[in-house]
């Protein structure tokens, strides 16, 4: 069966540092795979998506993300971490190329000024 | 455009009561979700419409959940009676078919008591 595995509950870095979230995916065949993130009484918002081709994906505010199939993992980077980026974060996987997303159970972002 | 609206925003009720939520998606997208998110987890799909049909219902708990998207458009979410397990944000998505992603809309937090 599909799942996504987020091994990070609560990460904190100090603004300016560099961030790395991991998200590790289980599926069969080549997935479709997002990053959310999501502000505290907020829905959802989508950070970026792979489906096919180039391995590195750049999203909005500066994220981007790297598809590794011999991982089995989608990590989320950003090179230099804002304090309103502080909210949680969740990597989800498409499932059988329909609409449907299986998603992780999250990681908390914490930023120090 | 405009986003995902869902009313109402927060919503308290004792156990055994009803309780119903209301979404209505982005102009012209075929398909709504609604998902379940409950403290500390991932959101869960719950049911999925394509125009006002329903795709897949098999993680919506049919003795007390029940879902209408009548016209294709709005869509209503109803549980009755609710358990103190229902407490969770419930949060509407919706998507032009194929798209890859949804637009979530905020949100309703139930909190049953």
């Known amino acids: 069966a599909q799942s996504v595995t987020q091994p990070d509950i609560h990460i904190t870095v100090s603004e300016g540092a560099s961030l790395e979230l991991r998200c590790n995916y289980s599926?069969?065949?080549?997935?479709?795979l997002f990053w959310y993130v999501q502000s505290p009484g907020q829905g959802l918002q989508l950070l970026l998506k792979?489906?096919?081709?180039?391995?590195l994906v750049q999203g909005i505010k500066g994220f981007e993300a790297e598809f590794k199939r011999s991982q089995s993992s989608f990590n989320l980077r950003k090179p230099s971490v804002h304090w309103s980026d502080a909210a949680e974060y969740f990597c989800?996987?498409?499932?059988?190329?329909?609409?449907?997303?299986?998603f992780g159970t999250g990681t908390r972002l914490q930023v120090f000024p | 455009e405009a986003g995902v609206a869902q009313s109402p925003r927060y919503k308290i009720i004792e156990k055994r009561q009803s309780v119903a939520f209301w979404c209505n998606p982005i102009?012209?997208?075929?398909?709504l979700y609604w998902y379940q998110q409950i403290l500390g987890q991932g959101p869960k799909l719950l049911i999925q419409f394509q125009n006002n049909g329903v795709v897949d219902d098999s993680q919506l708990p049919k003795d007390r959940f029940s879902a209408e998207r009548l016209k294709g458009v709005d869509s209503t979410l109803k549980i009755q009676p609710a358990k103190l397990e229902d407490s969770a944000v419930y949060l509407c998505?919706?998507?032009?078919?194929?798209?890859?992603?949804?637009?979530f809309g905020s949100g309703t937090r139930l909190t049953v008591v």
């Open positions: 998505a919706s998507s032009s078919i194929g798209a890859g992603g949804y637009t």
């Open positions: 102009s012209g997208h075929a398909t």
């Open positions: 599926y069969g065949a080549t997935p479709y």
């Open positions: 792979y489906f096919s081709g180039d391995t």
């Open positions: 989800a996987v498409g499932i059988d190329n329909t609409d449907k997303l299986i």
